[in-house]
């Protein structure tokens, strides 16, 4: 089966027929501005050398090896056979905060739609690596075991939104004891081994009123795994937008008073669950600020041994349509544009 390595440099074919376009108008054009000073019967005579096909040979030998020089850098390849080989990496669990204090506008567009981008491009920087995501609020819950599919978990991830759990509040110490679950800690069938090659994530806005965060943080980091935290929001707070059920804002979230509930970023707790962890602490004030450095404590995970799985080996094809873009633009420049009357090739065709 065919595919291609690259295919978004397909893409470019389309400036093709583009470029055919303009020629075929410049050809056009220059045709006309000919007709103003003869007739078109009497091209043969003025130009006795002009070629009414060669011109159109040439530009289709160059548009041809620009489409085979697009198809070479795309790098078509073939599967050959398929091999077996382990697959290493490391576990990664998500915490990702749902409660309605993450609809705050402090980030834009909102809290939980910064916090998507963050385990978006979180996930873009893994390779090999399984991936887990628990949502919380006042509970939590697994919505994505831990897999290696992250096409499933964006897909699960963009279905996210605050409704999900309907008790309300912020369980961080309940989402990380889900996190270890998800990572396979308690389970009966498996035994658990305690090695440094996992980790959890938590993002949230650091609001915890549920339980003791730091204590579930601990025991995490006693058996190995690390728990590093993201921190949504700004420490100067804002309003919690309210919505109707077509999605329209009717004001903000306010208390028994009426006064306007103000979410604040908690950065002191988040920091706290980071240093029992045994992990690092980092604000999401823009989507990639201390991105690098949980990248960078990810990568330092030991690798695992998942398990034996089957590969496609594939072989790379590029040569073959990069050899016929050489053979066109080798003809294009032998093959002239006019017609060479030293040569008589009539008669020499005619020839006994």
């Not at 988040?270 to 600020?289: E, F, M, P």
């Amino acid at each position: 089966m065919l595919h291609f390595q690259h295919s978004q440099y397909l893409w470019l074919l389309l400036a093709v027929p583009v470029l055919l376009a303009v020629w075929l108008l410049m050809r056009h054009l220059r045709r006309r501005r000919l007709l103003r000073f003869a007739d078109d019967s009497m091209f043969g005579r003025l130009i006795p050398d002009e070629s009414s096909w060669r011109p159109v040979f040439k530009m289709s030998l160059c548009l041809l090896a620009m489409a085979f020089l697009i198809v070479a850098l795309a790098n078509p390849q073939r599967g050959s056979k398929m091999v077996k080989g382990e697959r290493m990496g490391s576990d990664l669990a998500i915490c990702l905060d749902i409660s309605n204090s993450m609809m705050a506008e402090d980030l834009q567009p909102n809290r939980l739609e910064r916090a998507k981008r963050v385990v978006t491009n979180l996930m873009s920087k893994m390779a090999g690596d399984r991936v887990s995501l628990v949502v919380f609020a006042g509970s939590s819950y697994v919505q994505m075991p831990l897999t290696n599919d992250y096409s499933a978990t964006r897909l699960f991830l963009d279905q996210i939104d605050c409704n999900l759990i309907s008790s309300q509040g912020t369980a961080i110490g309940d989402a990380i004891d889900k996190a270890m679950a998800s990572l396979g800690y308690g389970d009966e069938d498996h035994e658990w081994v305690k090695t440094n090659s996992r980790a959890i994530i938590v993002i949230s806005d650091g609001e915890n009123f549920e339980d003791d965060a730091v204590g579930a943080a601990s025991r995490a980091a006693d058996e190995g795994v690390m728990v590093c935290t993201i921190g949504m929001g700004m420490p100067d707070g804002a309003p919690i937008p309210v919505y109707n059920r077509a999605g329209q804002r009717t004001g903000y979230k306010q208390d028994g008073e009426g006064n306007v509930v103000m979410t604040h970023l908690n950065e002191s707790m988040l920091t706290d669950i980071a240093h029992a962890g045994k992990g690092v602490y980092v604000r999401a004030g823009s989507v990639n600020a201390g991105f690098d450095e949980i990248v960078k404590r990810i990568s330092k995970l030991d690798k695992d041994n998942m398990e034996e799985a089957l590969f496609a080996e594939y072989e790379s094809q590029y040569q073959y349509p990069l050899v016929a873009a050489l053979v066109c633009l080798i003809l294009e420049v032998l093959f002239f544009e006019r017609r060479n009357r030293k040569i008589d090739w009539k008669g020499f065709l005619s020839r006994d």
